[in-house]
């Protein structure tokens, strides 16, 4: 079955960064697009990052533009998303999801929509502190 495992979170202090990770099995790697999305305490998830199969397009969510990069290596079946200037809005639990979207054919409107993405991770906490 599919799986999605996400890593890499924790405390950090306002101002810091963070990698994340998220392994994927059990999918066409390089058929599937990936998104980052994060869920604060008592809101909906919300759409942080995203990324086509092949890598050609990524998308970002305004909150997050200039700071945060979406990346994949393909030869590892993983994804991360590489997180800098923290600020204490930040904090939340980050999901991993995943959907079909080979070499470029990922849209923006798709990408922010949580109800596109067939699987999900469990989730990794992120707390960023003043």
């Known amino acids: 079955q599919v799986q999605l495992v996400e890593k890499g979170g924790g405390l950090v202090q306002a101002g810091g960064s963070l990698r994340l990770s998220c392994s994927a099995s059990g999918l066409s790697f390089p058929n599937s697009g990936f998104g980052w999305f994060r869920q604060a305490p008592g809101a909906e998830r919300e759409f942080g990052a995203a990324?086509?199969?092949?890598?050609?397009?990524?998308f970002y969510a305004d909150s997050v533009k200039g700071r945060f990069t979406i990346s994949r290596d393909n030869a590892k079946n993983t994804v991360y998303l590489q997180m800098n200037s923290l600020k204490r809005e930040d904090t939340g639990i980050y999901y991993c999801a995943s959907l079909f979207a080979p070499w470029d054919l990922l849209y923006l409107t798709t990408a922010q929509a949580p109800s596109s993405y067939d699987y999900w991770g469990q989730g990794t906490q992120v707390t960023v502190s003043s």
């Open positions: 990324i086509s199969g092949n890598g050609s397009r990524v």
